[in-house]
């Protein structure tokens, strides 16, 4: 398969991304009519599985080619179609930790030890419940195309650039954590290729944005 003949990650991660998404909005919209959103559900899964086995496979054709631009585009665009789900299950967690912290500091002084290995060890039985499905689901599926196609490109930074194996296993650990994954990705994007900046701009002016945003609003309610 030639360059030309690999479908553009643009229009099929487009597809991806509307797979995903439908799905989430049907199956919220399950508890109305769960009827019409299995029936519709449906053809979203044959889409999602469609598309990944496709784009995996110009993946795999981009790596016979050495083709690091191919790669690196599929990465950012499906990286950035799935970050809200990633953000969504990180916030999710997260603010079920800070609760359970909040238990702990709002607890009984003399019975504070107790609750403190109490929700401890509920803090482990959580994060096992939640946590390890939560990587397998949303990294594991949903972010393969970003997890192959970063891989290569590890790869054959390694190759031509002599990074170690250390350095390469602790980049591939960050793509494990949403938000990091974004910035690493940029790091070797821009370092090893001379590559991404521009999109590096955009996304520190989207993040501070948004942030900036979030902070107005929290200001404006509080005082």
Same mark, same amino acid.
């Given at each position: 398969?030639?360059?030309?003949?690999?479908?553009?990650?643009?229009?099929?991660?487009?597809?991806?991304?509307?797979?995903?998404?439908?799905?989430? $909005?049907?199956?919220?919209?399950?508890?109305?009519?769960?009827v019409?959103?299995?029936?519709?559900?449906?053809?979203?899964?044959?889409?999602?599985v469609?598309?990944? @086995?496709?784009?995996?496979?110009?993946?795999?054709? !981009?790596?016979?080619? *050495?083709?690091?631009?191919? &790669?690196?585009?599929?990465?950012?665009?499906?990286?950035?179609?799935?970050? %809200?789900? *990633? =953000?969504? &299950?990180?916030?999710?967690?997260?603010?079920?930790?800070? $609760?359970?912290?909040?238990?702990?500091?709002?607890?009984?002084?003399?019975?504070?030890?107790?609750?403190?290995?109490?929700?401890?060890?509920?803090?482990?039985?959580?994060?096992? @419940?939640?946590?390890?499905?939560?990587?397998?689901?949303?990294?594991? $599926?949903?972010?393969? %195309? &970003?997890?192959?196609?970063? *891989?290569?490109?590890?790869? @054959?930074?390694?190759?031509?650039?002599?990074?170690?194996?250390? *350095?390469? !296993?602790?980049?591939?650990?960050?793509?494990?954590?949403?938000?990091?994954?974004?910035?690493?990705?940029?790091?070797?994007? @821009?370092?090893?290729?001379?590559?991404?900046?521009?999109? !590096?701009?955009?996304?520190?002016?989207?993040?501070?944005?948004?942030?900036a945003? $979030? =902070?107005?609003?929290?200001?404006?309610?509080?005082?």
């Amino acid at each position: 398969m030639k360059y030309d003949q690999k479908q553009n990650p643009l229009w099929m991660g487009i597809l991806y991304g509307t797979a995903i998404y439908s799905s989430i $909005v049907l199956a919220i919209l399950y508890i109305v009519s769960a009827v019409v959103a299995t029936v519709l559900i449906i053809p979203m899964c044959i889409m999602f599985v469609f598309v990944l @086995i496709l784009q995996t496979r110009n993946i795999s054709s !981009a790596k016979k080619e *050495e083709d690091v631009d191919y &790669c690196l585009k599929t990465y950012f665009i499906y990286k950035y179609i799935i970050m %809200p789900v *990633e =953000l969504i &299950c990180a916030g999710i967690i997260g603010a079920s930790i800070f $609760v359970i912290f909040g238990m702990i500091i709002h607890w009984p002084e003399e019975d504070l030890i107790a609750a403190f290995f109490a929700l401890f060890f509920a803090m482990i039985i959580y994060m096992i @419940i939640a946590i390890i499905p939560y990587v397998l689901i949303v990294f594991a $599926v949903i972010g393969l %195309p &970003c997890f192959i196609s970063i *891989e290569y490109v590890l790869g @054959i930074t390694q190759k031509k650039y002599g990074i170690s194996s250390a *350095e390469r !296993a602790i980049h591939f650990l960050l793509q494990m954590i949403p938000v990091l994954d974004i910035i690493d990705g940029l790091y070797i994007s @821009i370092k090893y290729w001379n590559r991404g900046r521009v999109l !590096a701009i955009v996304s520190a002016a989207f993040t501070f944005s948004v942030v900036a945003l $979030v =902070l107005s609003i929290y200001f404006a309610n509080r005082f």
